[in-house]
């Protein structure tokens, strides 16, 4: 390339992609200046360039064949902000084997297929950069990659995802039902008009596999990641973590430790789960994102922002573009992934994890005796019971100690057998606390 | 240098140095696989090589000249955590203009003198890393100097002194005064001996500077930082705060604006103020640090974590170790020091903040009308005005509307002149609000 200016292709020109062709045209000095050099943007690949995208941009930039102006010998840095697997995966790995540094904001195709990037960006001696790709503006993949790369990171516990985060803040501020706060959400804008990816935990699990590969020095993919959605948490969830001192959020949990043979091991899970409201990442409200890590030297730290929209996640890829930028000026590549460690994936049975079950019971003699035992018999600790109500019907809330997952749930399966429980209202995981 | 390992000397082997030690040690097999070539330790300098260091430090190792070592052939990453600024200074310049890489710790240094380190990098080619210098344990530097330069910082509000938000933190808890929790905060190992450096603000203040420098690409020095320290932080202050739906911190805030003349500008200071509890700031507590940054695309953004203590800051120190070591390897250098925009220093008369003012007055006919007068002449628009007691002494509280701070000191001076006025109880500043 020559060295008086980096070049830009864009794939991709929706929000996030308008607001970097903003961004570079408006903060075009100050680019050039903490680079040392101009950037240009050469091309724009969309759909349909005959669409509306700001009168700013030149028309003649737009092309419909996103792979020839990736393979244009013109371009020196690739920025993605299509999304999706396919043929989002076909360009960037062009570009990457071609030497040319990518920047990309698609958290499925590095949660579902990493790989393919990453050695194609070792094949091609290229930049694969992608902090937008999870918890859009805030700087964490860097500070993952690179700060805390002298020490050990043994837990990454995350909310990653904005809708929900506003849909359980909403509930827990509200008293409204789930339903009611997804309208809400809806109705904001914080929250598409078909929502699954969001409350079903798919975004977030595609998040907590790239975090997990990062803090782990491990490939993790979406496929190892355990998901389970939102959609099942009630107003009566909600007032009874509120009644514990807690609230709910949907968390994303990577964890290294020992399996049950004692091997090093990695675990993530995304599910919701109740956290005491001491706990920093219960203070995370609305649409913000926050990743809360644990490393053995560092302590705790936490990273909080905005996980999404046009403007933060375009900050983000800003950012990757100034450092693809200014490695390509000095003919140097950052840090290219750290996959070491191999550790293998501990699955969800094996995660020790807390319980708070609410049971119907009949209210009658020995009730608490026959459910104690069934927890006993699968070798789960109770911490608390609480009862309430009388009469015929009353409510037992039990909360557990640690106990592998698998444990619980049998416990669980074992208590929905027994005549004597009504039904099981609910089940969370807890997590944050002692 | 050979490229089958990375050689450091270590200056220094206090708490921090000797976790850096243990850690090296310790995380051997990970840093190895992370660098791609192993560290080795080949010296370190102390002033009395006899004291007692844990006993897996290898005494051979141990050496009075500092000097000597930095000058060695065989040093490829010169590691300080002495502190102070000479003789770390001429240590640290040696080093770099010989061409080697450099890890420090040293916030007073690079406060009051970072100029002279980063031409010393500049001319020997040297990469100058020192996330350890501000907020401890937690990755700030890297994310504002790498992550956010694609996009405008336009403030930077942060904890960055622990002891003082310990004392602060329990006098919001418990009600105390400062002597009171500065005796805990001491007892504790919160506090040294001689905490002035902490309670005046000084600390926070070579923070604010290095922070400020990132943040806005302009060198700023500790002498271009207001600073106001928090021990006239009253048990009646704290009590205000609360009644107010605030707490007290002490804060360093670096913001860029346009000056009294339109020119775009820098403010830097370090002061107690009130902060809404809403505020993320507001819930840090302990000796936790916490540093909220603004920017234009990315929006609110902040980072937490332990902000001393040696194993945290020895986090810090690896992760710059293994950033350096990595570069030299692969023959590059980190970005340089981006000092390009050159922004004027605004002097704190010019800062636009809220003062909330308490005054002991005499209960009198007219005293509220003569109290605002005085605001107004100084074109200070006042938000809200509570009075308390009656009979002989009443008490006005009084909260401002932003105002250039000049106008404000004047106004608390012509109001200590008036008779009706017997004490004015209390000034601080409010931030974090609308």
Redo the contacts between chains.
């Keep these: 390339m020559s060295s008086d200016k980096v070049r830009l292709a864009l794939l991709g020109c929706g929000t996030v992609g308008t ?1 970097v062709v903003r ?1 570079l045209h408006e ?1 075009s000095a ?2 050039t ?2 680079i040392g050099a101009p950037l240009e943007l050469v091309g724009i690949a969309v759909r349909r360039p005959g669409r509306q995208r700001g009168s700013d941009i030149d028309p003649a930039l737009f092309t419909t064949d996103a792979l020839g102006l990736v393979k244009r010998d013109d371009v020196d840095v690739v920025i993605e902000v299509v999304g999706g697997i396919e043929p989002a995966r076909s360009w960037l790995t062009e570009a990457l084997r071609a030497g040319k540094s990518v920047v990309t904001a698609n958290k499925a195709l590095l949660a579902e297929d990493g790989a393919t990037l990453h050695d194609a960006a070792a094949e091609g001696g290229a930049d694969l950069y992608y ?1 937008a790709a999870v918890a859009g ?3 964490l993949l ?2 993952l990659r ?7 990171v043994t837990r990454v516990t995350g909310i990653v995802n904005g809708t929900t985060n506003f849909i359980l803040s909403s509930m827990d501020a509200t008293g409204a039902g789930f339903g009611e706060a997804l309208d809400e959400a809806t109705e904001l804008g914080y929250a598409e008009a078909d929502p699954t990816a969001d409350v079903e935990g798919f975004d977030a699990a595609a998040k907590a596999a790239i975090l997990a590969s990062l803090a782990f ?1 491990t490939r993790v993919t979406a496929a190892d990641v355990f998901r389970e959605g939102m959609t099942g948490v009630t107003a009566a969830d909600m007032a009874s973590a509120k009644e514990m001192g807690c609230t709910i959020k949907l968390l994303c949990i990577a964890q290294r430790g020992p399996d049950s043979a004692g091997t090093d091991s990695v675990s993530v899970r995304v599910h919701p789960a109740m956290i005491p409201r001491s706990h ?1 990442l219960a ?1 995370v409200g609305d649409a913000f994102n926050a990743v809360f890590v644990e ?12 996980g999404a ?1 046009g ?2 996640t ?10 693809a930028a ?1 490695n390509r000026l ?4 950052a ?1 290219s992934e ?1 996959s ?2 191999h550790l293998p994936i501990r699955p969800i049975g094996e995660s020790v994890t807390r319980y708070h079950i609410s049971l119907d019971v009949a209210d009658r003699q020995g009730v608490l005796a026959t459910v104690a035992g069934v927890f006993a018999q699968h070798e789960v600790s109770i911490a608390t019971v609480r009862q309430s109500g009388r009469e015929d019907d009353a409510t037992l809330v039990i909360v557990t100690h640690g106990a592998p997952d698998a444990n619980l749930a049998a416990t669980v399966e074992d208590l929905r057998a027994l005549d004597i429980v009504r039904s099981i209202a609910s089940v969370l995981r807890v997590e944050g606390g002692a």
């Design positions: 607001e961004l903060q100050d680019l200046a903490r902090e503006a805030i700087p860097r500070p690179e700060s805390l790369h002298g020490d050990r020095h920093p203070g490393a053995e030297a560092a302590g705790q730290l936490m990273f909080y922002g905005r929209g403007t933060p375009a900050s983000a890829v800003l950012g990757d573009i100034v450092a200014r000095s003919g140097t590549r840090p750290s070491y460690a």
